[in-house]
């Protein structure tokens, strides 16, 4: 995430909020960005960091099929 996260406010045309979509086992930036960043942390029954405390997080749950 800390690759992704940078690389995009490092364009030219700077993003106001960054969403990113993940299981939460990239490492994050140390430091807080310099835009909001909301993180949708999929479910895992892997254990994985805990997610940064300046990123505001929704956690989606896993979803089993039975098909």
């Known amino acids: 995430m800390a690759s992704a996260i940078s690389t995009v406010l490092g364009a030219s045309l700077r993003p106001d909020l960054v969403i990113v979509i993940t299981d939460g086992l990239t490492p994050w930036p140390p430091t807080r960005p310099g ?3 909301i993180v949708a942390l999929l479910a ?6 805990a997610p ?3 990123a505001q997080i929704v956690e989606i749950p896993a979803h089993i099929s039975n098909d």
């Open 35 to 37: 835009r909001e960043v």
């Open 44 to 49: 895992t029954k892997i254990a994985r960091p």
């Open 52 to 54: 940064p405390l300046w």
